[in-house]
Nanobody, 130 residues
C-alpha cells in the first residue's frame, strides 16, 4: 500500500516562499508520474501544478507557475518537494501530492480526469495574503 504524507504549507505574504513536502512509502510505480495538484474554494476540480515522470525524471509545470516553483525528488528520503517562490494571492489553495498514470509529465498535469490518479496525500493549505 502506498502512503503519501504531506507537510509544509502555511500562510505568507505575497512575494514570500513556502516549501511543500510529500513523503512517500510503499511500492511506488516508477512507470507513473508524481506531482502536485491544487484546489481553490469554489472549484470542483483540482488543477495540476507540477509533476515528474518517474520513468525518465522529466518535469512539467503549469503555465501559471511562470518559473516561480521548483519540483524536486529526493530518492534517498523518499520525498517529493515543491519549492514555491514569489507567491501570489491567487496561489491560495489546498495543495495535494498524488501519483498518476501518465504518458508524460505534461499530460499528468493537464489532463482533467484521465489517465487515472493513484494515491493522494492528505492535502496542505497554502494561503497568500496581499
Amino acid at each position: 500500500q502506498v502512503h503519501l504524507v504531506q507537510s509544509g504549507g502555511g500562510s505568507v505574504q505575497a512575494g514570500g516562499s513556502l516549501r511543500l513536502s510529500c513523503a512517500y512509502s510503499g511500492p511506488i510505480d516508477r512507470r507513473h508520474c508524481m506531482g502536485w495538484w491544487r484546489q481553490t474554494p469554489g472549484k470542483t476540480e483540482r488543477e495540476g501544478v507540477a509533476a515528474i515522470d518517474l520513468s525518465n525524471d522529466t518535469i512539467a509545470y503549469a503555465d501559471f507557475v511562470e518559473g516561480r516553483f521548483t519540483l524536486s525528488e529526493d530518492n534517498g528520503k523518499n520525498t517529493l518537494y515543491l519549492q514555491m517562490n514569489d507567491l501570489k494571492p491567487e496561489d491560495t489553495a489546498m495543495y495535494y501530492c498524488a501519483t498518476r498514470m501518465c504518458p508524460s509529465a505534461k499530460v499528468a498535469i493537464t489532463a482533467p480526469t484521465f489517465p487515472e490518479f493513484g494515491y493522494w496525500g492528505q492535502g496542505t493549505q497554502v494561503t497568500v495574503s496581499s
